[in-house]
């Protein structure tokens, strides 16, 4: 199953206005929508979907597990009414949104609960997300790397996240990158800026492409109409390169998520 690169990010979006968002991402040719139990958004996300008018065989639907449902008496149940509020029978793919906190529970423990919800046609495929190469060497152990369809981690310019990437890759793991524009961030960066003029581009955009010119897939999001086509346009971007060097050079490890019940990262 090939993930669509590009996706829509719904984090931090409440009630009318994800509904504003999916809807307008959906008009522009976005295909590929991204949300979360812990968003609480899910329902709204459903509503935009259904009233989108969008076939669901055209859409790629990510929701998340959140740490309290991974014990044995709620994963299953809660996918099953992340269901019911996304109205649609199956999702496309279920991620483990954080590992356990403090490793409470084993990941080979709910993985292999992640493994029923696909055996029972909630979800057609799983992943997982924040793992660290520690956390990814468990769940390889425990359900084999092609059964993990992506790592969704915090990947920008000023986080390349190196270690975890180069580990995935080595496994055949594909990369999903959140908070690509950091918050926005980058629209401040004077290298991306440089780059974004001599292409015609804004500084949003050169992110955007430097992360699909390495195959992840990116899932920004955005209220604004005019930016979710200019990040939709993004994937036109074509950068050198030394353009690509460029971007490289701009890591110092600024982390954006990193709540008290993080892993330790590596």
Do not use: C
């Not at 997982?128 to 992506?150: K, R, V, W």
């Not at 500084?203 to 897939?217: E, I, K, N, R, S």
């Amino acid at each position: 199953m090939t993930i669509p690169a590009f996706g829509l990010g719904t984090f931090r979006l409440k009630d009318q206005q994800v509904i504003a968002s999916v809807k307008m991402g959906l008009e522009l040719g976005y295909r590929h929508i991204d949300t979360a139990q812990i968003y609480e958004n899910e329902a709204q996300v459903g509503q935009a979907i259904a009233e989108s008018g969008v076939p669901r065989e055209e859409l790629f639907v990510t929701t998340k597990v959140w740490t309290a449902n991974l014990g044995a008496d709620r994963l299953l149940p809660s996918l099953e009414e992340s269901l019911g509020k996304l109205r649609m029978e199956q999702v496309d793919l279920t991620l483990v949104h954080w590992p356990s906190p403090n490793d409470e529970l084993t990941v080979a423990d709910y993985l292999a609960r992640m493994m029923e919800a696909k055996a029972r046609g909630l979800t057609r495929a799983i992943g997982i997300s924040n793992f660290t190469i520690a956390h990814m060497q468990q769940a390889i152990d425990a359900i084999g790397a092609e059964n993990i369809a992506t790592n969704q981690i915090e990947v920008h310019p000023f986080l390349q996240n190196r270690k975890v990437i180069d580990f995935a890759r080595s496994q055949g793991i594909h990369i999903t990158a959140y908070m690509p524009l950091a918050y926005g961030k980058v629209m401040q960066d004077e290298v991306l800026q440089r780059i974004g003029e001599r292409h015609n581009a804004s500084p949003a955009q050169v992110a955007l492409a430097w992360l699909l010119q390495q195959g992840f897939a990116v899932i920004p999001s955005s209220t604004k109409r005019e930016n979710l086509a200019a990040n939709l346009a993004a994937q036109k971007l074509r950068l050198t390169e030394e353009e690509m060097q460029q971007i490289a050079t701009l890591d110092r490890n600024e982390r954006l998520a990193n709540p008290d019940f993080a892993p330790k990262w590596d």
